[in-house]
């Protein structure tokens, strides 16, 4: 039969690949997968002496269009694409800012503001507003846009913030997810789990001896992933004691345990469903199966047991020749639009074995050939010296380690968890990278993030508050990780929808300078700033909690309304709005270009897209001292409608995707894993705090107030990582931990 996918890469070559399999004999014609280079994380990362990882297949890293794009720094801000972008998906079409900053310095005194009683100014709250022009404080409000509607029906001035916007960006792009889960991914890999269980039964029924033990193995590692589908597969009685006692162990979810069918151990902690994955039965099944075929390796080595080495790479050759046709395609209709979500594996893949199988078995394979342990070695040789994952997701000890680097945990990953650029930065910045086997670094913190990515203030609470360079290396890979980060180019920060909501935080971590209005050049408004980066990142890392490769911590071995319309105020962050305005356009043509956008998420996206456009021009405005006109004093004041508008669905939709946990605003996400303590960092959003802030309106200064992040980072057990339901009961039962130090300096 003949299967022919093109594989499209970085350079200008296209190679195709075209192959004929039977149960026996699988001949490779033409030039097979080669040519299939791993594409770095980024050149500029290769120039600073970093990492090398993903590759140029699949990735969407694209090329420059004619209006070439550069990276310049605005201000504080480290980076600005100036220039359009093409990726493998879809355009990155920039929309800078380019205003100046012209405001001048303001003074409040409380006592002759008006309207205080009427936003519910507390005493606490009036003696912020002297201090700081601004404060936040707790509320039991659901969701962002309830705090707007009621300030436009009791008739009082609206403060717009990033937070808002930010907020409802990750509704869609978490609802988005979901519906095409539901609809499309999940289908397609419970096809593709037949397909591929069918045919490692038809290489164990023609095969005999290793290579009949590698097949009987395979069959049970996708028939687990069909009974997790809710399937009910027939299985031979060979593989049903297998396949039963590993999802005894996926339903127990406890943590580490030697799993049946690949021997090493595995956390089975991390097949509770979490995220958006607990909404209905479909999410719950797909989440296990997909975590399930994301974590499960094909190892190359075995220190202890080479033999086990041997049969995991028999059987990672036997999948990537199982794995042709429409089995081939529906792959692809899952990894691939993934990959524009999130990212690629750091893992070996598919497309490696190919390349791999060609140059040591010749274009003729056959499943006797596979019994030959010179010819396997060669490949685990080979394979050994390509690219190492860059995130250990795994249980690693630091004498392994020293020993054999990654390559103990190095293997084909089915279809492998993605490299994630905080990931990458967790791992970095804890042991054994960071620490010492008696004073090892367990966990990271969100701050590491906004630090690399160029928050002076996160480093300094990181130091001051936290006293976390005390660790030896610390401050070294610190600077390391900034210095691969800044030598980054467009195409990186733009290569797929994580990465480039990544980007659009940045303008946050911008210290407020001359011109800006004067509530935002206090420290104060600094770290509200870093708690609005830290809230939007936990719901991106919340929305991509399957596919994202979690970090693990290596094993140490030791009112009333006016009747004046009131005039309101938009958080003045053109560069924010532009950026996110021009992610929500790039994922507009992203998902088209596969034909994977339904009407009611493009019109959806489009509202928001204007709206922050809408937003960008007042903001740009507002720092220049120009009077907004009627219609955009209106676009603030109903904003809490148009909000909700853009964030409410209609029954098929809602009826498909939600359950009454997304009523409420409140999430949480497990990001790293440690398994000296045996415990995970957890990262939440809590109900929306209430901002008030002390803006300059005509002349005037007036309190205005909207709608703020609550965040949390905590640590947790890994035997009970939290979901979203739990979450909320402890938030509404005053449970919650008590969210971050610094971030009392912001609060009345």
Known sequence: MDASPAIIITN???VKATYFISTTRITIMSDGLSGINRRAF???????????????????????LNDNPSIRPTGNIMYTVTGRTQAKFAQFVPLPSTVTPALKDYSVDVSKLTGLDELGVSDAGKSALAKNLFYLTPSMDAQVYDVYKSLSEAGLPAFVTTDSVLHTYHILFDYILRMLEVQHFSPDVIELSKLMMNESIAQMD?????VKVAA????????????LLGESPSLPSAVSGMVEDELSLISGHEGFAGSPIFGYKE??????PRGHYDRNETLKKYFKAMMWYGRMSFRLENKDDPEA??????RAILITLALKNQAFDLWKSVYEPTVFFVGETDDLSVYDYNTLIKEVYGISVGLADLADDAKLQALMDKALKLKEPKIVSTELNDTDYDESGMDSIKGLRFMGQRFIPDSYMFQELVYAKVGTQGQPRLFPMGLDVMAVLGSKRAYEILDRVYNETRYSNYVKQMESLKRQFAALGADAWTQNLYWCWLYCLMPLLNEKGDGYPTFMKSQAWTDKELNTSLGSWTELRHDTILYAKQSYTMRATGIMPTHEPPKGYVEPNPELYGRLSSLAGMTIDGLKSRDLLLDVFGDRLTRLKDLLTSLKAISEKELTGTTLSDDEYSTIRYVGATLENITTFPPEVKDAITNDTDERMAIVADVHTDVNTEQVL????????HIYAAVPVEGKVVVAKGAAF????????MSDRLTDPKWQDMLKNGQAPETPEWTKSFKA
Not at 42 to 64: E, F, N, Q, Y
């Open 216 to 227: 009987l193995k395979n069959t049970a590692f996708f028939a687990v992933a069909l009974k």
């Open 309 to 314: 080495a041997k049969e995991q790479t028999r």
């Open 12 to 14: 200008p070559a296209v």
């Open 267 to 272: 956390d089975y902690s991390q097949y509770l």
């Open 206 to 210: 023609a095969a005999t001896g290793t």
């Open 42 to 64: 980024l050149k500029a990362m290769g120039a600073a002496g970093a990492l090398a990882l993903g590759s140029g297949v699949l990735g969407c890293v694209g090329s420059s």
């Open 682 to 689: 957890e990262e939440g959003v809590g109900n929306p705090y």
């Open 710 to 717: 609550a965040y949390y980072e905590f640590k947790w057990p």
